[in-house]
């Protein structure tokens, strides 16, 4: 229900704009978020927003992400800037309910020179 696009190749410092979008309405959403799970590790949360427009950021993206969502749309987006390697994961949206966790398919981001 959750389709995630945006990832791709991109060098160190470079720039992505990581998207979401739900093919169906879902409601009571609480929260958004961003998770990623590079490979051998446990997939982390990333950022999250919540339905008041609360955000949340990991340290080690806090200043070079932003999150972001168009609640008519009921998408949620994610501008990754000065990207480094240790950013090289597959990339997780999530739309948190009262009743239900959605997770999208993932999207990759590499980042290598």
């Known amino acids: 229900q959750l389709q995630a696009s945006g990832g791709g190749l991109v060098q160190p410092g470079g720039s992505l704009r990581l998207s979401c979008a739900a093919s169906?309405?879902?409601?009571?959403?609480?929260?958004r978020a961003w998770y990623r799970q590079a490979p051998g590790k446990q997939r982390e949360l990333v950022a999250s927003?919540?339905?008041?427009?609360?955000?949340y950021y990991a340290a080690s993206v806090k200043g070079r992400f932003t999150i972001s969502r168009d609640i008519t749309k009921n998408a949620v987006f994610m501008q990754v800037n000065s990207l480094k390697p240790e950013d090289t994961a597959v990339y997780y949206c999530?739309?948190?309910?009262?009743?239900?966790?959605?997770w999208g398919q993932g999207t990759q981001v590499t980042v290598s020179s």
């Open positions: 927003i919540t339905n008041g427009g609360s955000t």
């Open positions: 169906g309405y879902i409601f009571s959403i609480n929260a």
């Open positions: 999530n739309v948190q309910t009262m009743t239900a966790n959605y």
